[in-house]
């Protein structure tokens, strides 16, 4: 795969197997770094392209026994929505990925649904406090970026770009998409690797948006990752990356 350095992290461009490949193999070694850490904790994300990546995982039989074994699940965001529904990140991780894999129901952990969307992200992070240790979230966070530059849950305008209030989590109402669970920005300094892939010619300028573009994310969310560049790798495909790499 082809390297690049930017503001915002490193960033690999290559085949669409090569990214699948390479986000495995960048999670086991964040494992694999601190072998004596109690729990190594993985949080994936929503959206078509990993659900992909999921099937793929199953299909290539991809991931190591000892991560299958120990690895506690999480999801970076979700839909404030039943975890048998397909708008479910949770859901549809746990249906394509989990499920196929055998994974004990005490090592999957879903945002809760069923009380209040502010109360479920304070019991999201007080309950998986454990898991994660002290002042730290996910040992690996995956992302991926909508069209409009967006991750996570943090949407062009979201007063959590402006001010999350230092906490790790929390809910927000988006406007014409309703209510949304997710990591923070602070959430994301907090994390210990954050893999964002971006595939296909849509993913294009919204890329160059965040990698070439002006420093503002309010209006390109992702452009908060710069607050935390050191441990952030992009996968990029060279459809999402031609406008990019044209400069």
């Known amino acids: 795969m082809k390297e690049l350095s930017s503001s915002y992290g490193r960033v690999f461009i290559g085949s669409k197997d090569e990214c699948f490949r390479t986000a495995v193999f960048l999670a086991e070694g964040q494992r694999g770094r601190n072998p004596a850490k109690r729990h190594f904790t993985w949080a994936l994300t929503g959206g078509s392209t990993p659900q992909e990546w999921y099937e793929w995982c199953v299909a290539k039989d991809a991931l190591s026994p000892v991560t299958v074994a120990t690895a506690h699940w999480f999801v970076s965001d979700e839909r404030y929505v039943r975890p048998d529904s397909h ?61 409009d530059g967006h991750t ?55 890329l160059h948006r965040v990698l070439a573009g002006e420093s503002d994310p309010m209006r390109t969310p992702s452009q908060v990752l710069k607050n935390c560049r050191d441990k952030v790798v992009w996968l990029v495909d060279e459809a999402a990356a031609a406008k990019f790499l044209q400069g």
Do not use: Y
């Open 87 to 147: 708008e479910s990140n949770f859901g549809n991780a746990d249906r394509l990925l989990l499920k196929p894999l055998g994974i004990a129901a005490d090592r999957k952990h879903p945002w809760s649904t069923n009380i209040a969307p502010g109360l479920a992200a304070v019991e999201f992070g007080r309950m998986n406090a454990p898991w994660f240790g002290r002042d730290r979230t996910f040992d690996v966070c995956f992302l991926g970026m909508g069209d």
């Open 152 to 206: 996570a849950s943090l949407f062009p305008g979201s007063p959590l770009l402006r001010d999350d209030g230092k906490q790790f989590f929390a809910a927000i109402d988006v406007p014409g998409k309703g209510w949304r669970l997710t990591v923070t920005p602070s959430g994301l300094k907090a994390a210990g690797l954050i893999v964002v892939m971006a595939l296909g010619a849509g993913k294009a300028g919204a």
